[in-house]
């Protein structure tokens, strides 16, 4: 099973995008979130492919992972009994809290399949490696090597942080749910196996919402070199009349543009089922731990006393969650936008009557094709903000009358 990718040779300061995502891979690695590793290619000494192969630590490592995970959800079950005999046992407490709670904690362990089923889709992300590879291979080793940013490394650097952060603060809050009802006679090395798992599980599922940013962000980053490669074209090489050059040029562009939309309908066969997903169960997430928080303010309550810190933490993380998966989808979008209103502009002061070609090239610019769906029933982006804030705040009124 591999991901292969071009060989490319680059100018030698020149870094491939796949080269910085180093750590985050490293991440998802040792969180046995992926078994794939990374191949340098012997001659370069730069990125080749993706591999999967039996002979490498990191393979196996994933399949340790993958069985200690298991195992942990095995007995999961048995400590969510614990904590909804004791819910249901208060009378004081609603019957749609119990039941909300139940659906918001097992749609938490449902990610674990999500994240599975991310890392099986690995013809899709073949596709889009090689598409991405190929736009840089007509972008050409040395504008590439001029616009370097180093902003996809701060990304990943403070997605990495962020990840391990949140996942240790999460342990932390909950601590005290653990202890009241986990056994009191819990050996040490027991104790530490399950923390370190479940800390490891914490991670995997916080990569999953970086590796859909990180994706994106590599199209909407090479979207906008388009635009400057544009740029380019038209200040040192186009001349006032259009020609048969100019015209291959715009084609050229158009080529790149079309590369970047198939690896972005590629990401999309893989993220759109998971995103929806992640929607409706962060969405369910907000709504419970924004009625609990407040229930428990107004009826005091021994059994959600645990609880105190914790709906508040998932209530602004969830939220900010949403808000990742949501700017991340407008990305690529945002900068079509920008890139085809570059154009338009460009090409109607620069010429005086366009050809069918420029026409053709102008009409492709699209933003619903780099457009994140949510398997397909609707488009995500920031737009769904005001409506997911109304949908919170009815949700709640409804709640807090009942």
């Known amino acids: 099973m591999d991901i292969t990718l071009g060989e490319i040779s680059y100018v030698a300061n020149n870094m491939s995008v796949f080269e910085k995502l180093g750590p985050f891979v490293s991440l998802c690695q040792a969180c046995g979130m992926i078994p794939y590793s990374i191949k340098i290619n012997s001659i370069t000494n730069q ?19 993958l069985v200690l995970q298991l195992s942990l959800f095995s007995a999961a079950p048995l400590f ?41 889709r690995y013809k899709q992300l073949r596709n889009a490696v090689e598409a991405v590879q190929e736009v840089e291979r007509l972008f050409g080793e040395i504008f590439i090597a001029q616009h370097q940013s180093s902003s996809l490394v701060t990304r990943t650097a403070i997605g990495f942080t962020l990840a391990v952060t949140t996942s240790t603060v999460a342990l932390c809050v909950m601590f005290p749910i653990f202890q ?49 490669h544009f740029d380019a074209v038209e200040d040192d090489q186009l001349p006032a009349t259009l020609n048969n050059r100019a015209e291959k040029k715009l084609e050229g562009n158009a080529l790149i543009f079309a590369h970047l939309c198939r690896a972005s309908s590629q990401l999309n066969d893989i993220f759109s089922g998971p995103v929806l997903f992640l929607l409706t169960t962060k969405f369910l997430s907000i709504v419970t731990c924004a009625y609990a928080w407040i229930f428990n ?14 709906f508040p933490f998932l209530f602004f993380t969830d939220w900010i969650r949403l808000l990742i998966l949501l700017s991340t989808a407008d990305m690529p979008a945002h900068q079509v936008r920008l890139l085809r209103e570059r154009l338009t502009s460009a090409t ?10 420029m026409v053709i090239t102008l009409l492709q610019i699209n933003e619903d094709r780099v457009r994140l769906s949510a398997a397909g029933l609707f488009q995500v982006g920031v737009h769904l903000i005001p409506s997911l804030i109304g949908a919170v705040v009815t949700y709640m009124v409804i709640l807090l009358q009942n």
């Not at 109607?348 to 070609?357: G, M, R, V």
Request: net charge negative.
């Open 47 to 65: 990125f080749e492919k993706f591999t999967f192969s039996f002979k490498h630590f990191n393979t196996w490592w994933f399949f340790f992972m």
């Open 80 to 120: 969510y009994q614990e904590v909804f005999q004791a819910l249901l046992s208060d009378r004081t407490m609603p019957l749609i809290f119990t039941i909300l709670t139940g659906t918001v904690s097992f749609s938490y362990l449902a990610q674990f399949l999500t994240c599975r089923w991310i890392t099986l």
């Open 180 to 228: 009241s009802f986990l056994p009191t006679n819990l050996d040490m090395f027991t104790a530490t196996a399950f923390f370190s798992i479940l800390t490891s599980i914490n991670i995997m599922f916080e990569c999953q919402y970086l590796l859909i940013h990180l994706s994106y962000y590599i199209i909407a980053h090479y979207i906008k070199l388009l635009s400057l």
């Open 297 to 310: 303010l107004i009826h005091a309550n021994e059994v959600l006393d645990d609880f105190s810190l914790v």
């Open 348 to 357: 109607h002061s620069k010429f005086a009557q366009l050809t069918d070609s």
